[in-house]
């Protein structure tokens, strides 16, 4: 079964935001599950970090500058995977002067 959490937060001038996801239903993972996620940022300048548990699978890259929410497949950034009880992390790092708009898609594909 596939789960989806999506997200859309400014990011304020060189600040960092620890986790987009940080409340949502599927942060916490309640089985085996294959982790996609999709971002897009309205400017450049935005890096971000996913984690699933203690697994790093991207370290503070940078997003693509699309201004829009993701569009599947075009958007997609990584996948991982992880099991009962593991945490997804997603953090953001505004390297610019000025706010810049995060767009996040995540899906939760259950396996087993």
């Known amino acids: 079964m596939s789960k989806t959490m999506t997200d859309r937060q400014s990011v304020a001038a ?3 935001v620890t986790n987009a996801l940080a409340g949502k239903t599927h942060e916490f ?3 085996p599950s294959v ?4 971002a897009t940022a309205s400017a450049v300048g935005l890096f971000m970090t996913l984690l699933v548990g203690s697994e790093v699978y991207i370290e ?3 997003v693509n500058a699309q ?3 993701p569009i599947l497949p075009d ?4 996948q991982g995977v992880g099991g009962p009880g593991e945490r997804i992390v997603i953090k953001y790092r505004n390297t ?17």
């Open 60 to 62: 503070d890259q940078e």
């Open 75 to 78: 958007d997609f950034v990584t």
């Open 35 to 38: 982790i996609k996620m999709y």
């Open 14 to 16: 060189n600040a960092t």
């Open 29 to 31: 993972l309640s089985r």
């Open 67 to 69: 201004n829009r929410l």
């Open 96 to 112: 610019t002067v000025g706010a810049i708009t995060a767009f996040l898609r995540v899906e939760v594909d259950e396996v087993g």
